[in-house]
């Protein structure tokens, strides 16, 4: 069974760094969610029209953790995948590699919808939304076949 | 003829920091920023108030002149002051400073009064902002005695 | 038997807010860190002073859960304290409240000294850091009698 | 006379927004460096070797005029060109447009070379160091015949 994932590139930029020469850890916190960001407008959902149809997504949950640092004019990628939804919670797992194919950090990062007009957590996943959603749980369902 | 500045100050953190050992030449426009905000909130005016009056006062012109490098753990006094207001243009000046008075960096910032109900730079300076702006400049008017 | 905490005092800038108006969720790192950072400095340990000693502290694992959004002009506190060190391993908890005590998020973050020179980290932890450490792991130490 | 420009795309993310819903004018500091690291990239010349031959390019001048918001998910080209180098001060000089060509802001960002073993600025331009140069230069020379 292979997992797809969603691969996002990143280059460290000067801006990225810290005193240590290496990126600085709440750097990748950008990263994660450009990923799925990105991720999203590839399948077709652009994460605005979510915000405009008073929707969004804060993130209720995150954890990292950093295996080796990346260095000034690295590229990385950020691998990123949805794992199965339960109920309204929307888990994102991660792998961020260097170009060589070394785990540099892995992340998982749970999101919740919220109806913006009353600030609350939805209690069940609204139509519109659920199919938006099952559109990603679909690309990303684990496949007998291995993937290229 | 002396000015009154505002005093913010400010400790380099390693998230302030890239590759260099130094600050990041950006990291001063968040100084910036936090530095007016505070000293509106010292004269009585919350922006957050500002804000949902339907205001907005987004930044139209940024200039920064780096003279001296701030290193990790330096701490540093941003000296705030609103020039005398012409029109619906709101310039700041600053200097940022080591606290053994060398000068680090100088800066410049302007903003103009949005009505945010239409998205657009007001003409005139409405009356409740224009009360706001006359006790911040009165705060910084130029005196003939020195202060201390 | 009574925790010790580190008050570190935040305030809410336009810069740490996203388009939901509210705190975008990466922000706290950077208190996390300035709240750690400024924890040793109360405690006599100038974190400049480490890194210049050749040891940095990378972060290896983060882990940030968000309860309540804070909004623009609020202030909280980041709480924190490092728990009872256990091998090269530092371990800080944290609570960050409004100023009416709601809790708006939790968080952990670990650290383990690298010798910078070879880029490893320690195995065992050095003499001179050890002492450094002792003294923070006092401070928080749990006592019989509640704290004020 | 017409102006080469080196063309970076972006891509406007949660964490480039404001509670005002448009990107932080401060963000745009970020995507001037990328820009012009990824134009030195793009001809050779990689940012993290000229930091290893023992220079760096700190920005001791900045300023930037904001002429139109950028809203969240909207891509916008940051245009870069290095201006003809007098003495040791490069000069960067920027057009931030969105997709529809529309003026969002300019820049112009100055730097200098600094040998970093004795943290000075340079007097007089190294000799690798002018080689990087001329080759950018002359890549962003104004020619006579119009550029598609």
Known sequence: MTHRWFDYLVRVQPHHTDYGGVVWHGT???WLEAARVECLRELGVAFEDLVNLGYDLPVIDLSVRYHQPLTLGMAAV??????PVRGVRLSWHYQIESLQHQRCAS???????IDMTR????????DDLRQVIQKIEAYFAPTEAPLQ
Do not use: S
């Not at 950020?78 to 794992?83: D, E, F, I, T």
């Not at 992340?107 to 919808?113: D, G, I, K, M, R």
């Open 119 to 126: 600030r609350r957590i939805v209690r069940r996943m609204p």
């Open 28 to 30: 990748y916190v950008q």
């Open 78 to 83: 950020v691998k990123a995948r949805l794992a």
């Open 107 to 113: 992340a998982e990062v749970t999101l919740v919808p």
